[in-house]
């Protein structure tokens, strides 16, 4: 099964994980009216089985280069997975929340286990849980060597061999360090500062590059067709990076002592409790995402800032729009800055942005479109024909496609 599974909260790090449960009889409505010490017990007591290999396939919506084989997937706010699940046997499920080690949750605190749901399986393919990597390769070729089309068909197979690739699913292709056409990176720190050092009860500001969002602020401003790398820290606890309208790929994340944690071999082990690894960002590297909790361990100051370096291309897309902290109320606060994306060719345009459009051509009532003078002098840009039987009215944003 594909689960596509959305973090709306914003204040809980989920830490998703899948295991066996032997309820023993127990109806599932008591288990659902369990809480305190009497869940605790029943998760330590019946979700004991191995937990559950599922792949990861898109991170933010976005399809990954390869299917990511885990255990435990984590959520930190605004995220979202798509994760390929298989359930070996019949009977019921934990999906649990193994929590976050607390260097690396958004409120700091020391990690939980949590229950999340119950899953009931029917009957069907029973097998182990150590044969679930060889049946998913299966099933995945089954369904290339039926579905993909004939033009790609042994493309997708081969890619399938080769450690689960989904090359030619990918929406963005790996952005290289030749590909870089600005020298001089973005850089994007987060903070939340006293307004008054010496009087915390003045409460505090929530910044982005030290200040708090004003409307009044010129944009940050990035040149259309660009490819650049961006540097993100954040200070004294983590926040989620989020921007919109153009993701990132993913090319290294420093711990304070800065090893790269983002790939497989190195485990992230800064600020944890007895050597527990974080395993958050285990595999990001070269993943494409909108969304990405920046570390920084507590009360450290600088000197626990995680380095977080990503790199996008400007490609499709002008006008403005914003970054922030995906904890909404922190973005409420003013931990958000604006970001232009211009055309060198049409700057006058690009300050304007997007421009609706409206059209309806039924051959007696003359189209507002025709009637309507853009800022950048584009004349009834999107007119829509209507046939003779049916009249056809649209109402879209007229924006740029640059190949």
């Given at each position: 099964?594909?689960?596509?599974?959305?973090?709306?909260?914003?204040?809980?790090s989920?830490?998703?994980?899948?295991?066996?449960?032997?309820?023993?009889?127990?109806?599932?409505?008591?288990?659902?009216?369990?809480?305190?010490?009497?869940?605790?017990?029943f998760?330590?007591?019946?979700?004991?089985?191995?937990?559950?290999?599922?792949?990861?396939?898109?991170?933010?919506?976005?399809?990954?280069?390869?299917?990511?084989?885990?255990?435990?997937?984590?959520?930190?706010?605004?995220?979202?997975?798509?994760?390929?699940?298989?359930?070996?046997?019949?009977?019921?499920?934990?999906?649990?929340?193994?929590?976050?080690?607390?260097?690396?949750?958004?409120?700091?605190?020391?990690?939980?286990?949590?229950?999340v749901?119950?899953?009931?399986?029917?009957?069907?393919?029973?097998?182990?849980?150590?044969?679930?990597?060889?049946?998913?390769?299966?099933?995945?070729?089954?369904?290339?060597?039926?579905?993909?089309?004939?033009?790609?068909?042994?493309?997708?197979?081969?890619?399938?061999?080769?450690?689960l690739?989904?090359?030619?699913y990918?929406?963005?292709k790996?952005?290289?360090?030749?590909?870089?056409?600005?020298?001089?990176?973005?850089?994007?720190?987060?903070?939340?500062?006293?307004?008054?050092?010496?009087?915390?009860?003045?409460?505090?500001?929530?910044?982005?590059?030290?200040?708090?969002?004003?409307?009044?602020?010129?944009p940050?401003?990035?040149?259309?067709?660009?490819?650049?790398?961006?540097?993100?820290?954040?200070?004294?606890?983590?926040?989620?990076?989020?921007?919109?309208?153009?993701?990132?790929?993913?090319?290294?994340?420093?711990?304070?002592?800065?090893?790269?944690?983002?790939?497989?071999?190195?485990?992230?082990t800064?600020?944890?409790?007895?050597?527990?690894?974080?395993?958050?960002?285990?595999?990001?590297?070269?993943?494409?995402?909108?969304?990405?909790?920046i570390?920084?361990?507590?009360?450290?100051?600088?000197?626990g800032?995680?380095?977080?370096?990503?790199?996008?291309?400007?490609?499709?897309?002008?006008?403005?729009?914003?970054?922030?902290?995906?904890?909404?109320?922190?973005?409420?606060?003013?931990?958000?800055?604006?970001?232009?994306?211009?055309?060198?060719?049409?700057?006058?345009?690009?300050?304007?942005?997007?421009?609706?459009?409206?059209?309806?051509?039924?051959?007696?009532?003359?189209?507002?479109?025709?009637?309507?003078?853009?800022?950048?002098?584009?004349?009834?840009?999107?007119?829509?024909?209507?046939?003779?039987?049916?009249?056809?009215?649209?109402?879209?944003?007229?924006?740029?496609?640059?190949?």
């Open positions: 099964e594909r689960w596509r599974i959305i973090h709306g909260g914003v204040r809980d989920v830490n998703l994980e899948f295991r066996k449960a032997v309820l023993n009889n127990m109806p599932v409505s008591d288990v659902r009216n369990l809480s305190g010490k009497a869940l605790q017990r998760i330590n007591n019946n979700c004991t089985g191995a937990p559950l290999t599922h792949y990861r396939v898109a991170s933010d919506g976005l399809t990954m280069n390869n299917m990511q084989p885990a255990t435990q997937t984590t959520f930190q706010p605004g995220y979202r997975w798509d994760l390929v699940t298989v359930f070996p046997q019949s009977g019921f499920y934990c999906v649990l929340d193994k929590s976050v080690p607390a260097a690396g949750a958004v409120n700091n605190e020391p990690p939980t286990t949590t229950l749901g119950i899953v009931e399986v029917g009957n069907g393919v029973n097998m182990n849980v150590t044969d679930i990597p060889s049946y998913v390769k299966q099933q995945m070729l089954n369904l290339a060597n039926t579905n993909a089309p004939e033009s790609v068909r042994a493309n997708v197979v081969a890619d399938l061999n080769d450690g690739k989904l090359s030619r990918t929406p963005h790996t952005l290289t360090d030749a590909d870089v056409t600005e020298s001089t990176p973005q850089t994007v720190t987060y903070a939340i500062v006293p307004k008054n050092p010496n009087n915390l009860n003045e409460g505090f500001n929530f910044t982005i590059d030290g200040k708090v969002f004003s409307e009044t602020d010129e940050r401003t990035l040149k259309l067709g660009a490819v650049q790398d961006w540097i993100v820290k954040s200070t004294n606890g983590g926040h989620p990076h989020h921007v919109h309208v153009n993701p990132f790929q993913i090319v290294s994340i420093l711990d304070p002592q800065g090893r790269d944690v983002s790939g497989f071999d190195t485990p992230d800064a600020g944890s409790e007895g050597g527990v690894a974080d395993t958050q960002y285990r595999g990001m590297k070269g993943t494409w995402r909108d969304t990405l909790f570390k920084s361990l507590p009360r450290q100051g600088t000197a800032q995680y380095t977080v370096t990503v790199r996008t291309q400007y490609n499709r897309y002008w006008g403005d729009f914003v970054l922030h902290c995906h904890i909404l109320d922190h973005e409420d606060r003013g931990m958000m800055q604006k970001v232009r994306i211009y055309d060198p060719a049409n700057p006058i345009a690009t300050r304007f942005g997007p421009v609706p459009i409206c059209g309806l051509d039924d051959g007696k009532t003359k189209p507002f479109a025709t009637k309507f003078k853009s800022p950048y002098g584009v004349s009834n840009p999107l007119l829509l024909r209507s046939s003779s039987k049916s009249k056809i009215q649209a109402s879209i944003m007229a924006t740029p496609v640059v190949q």
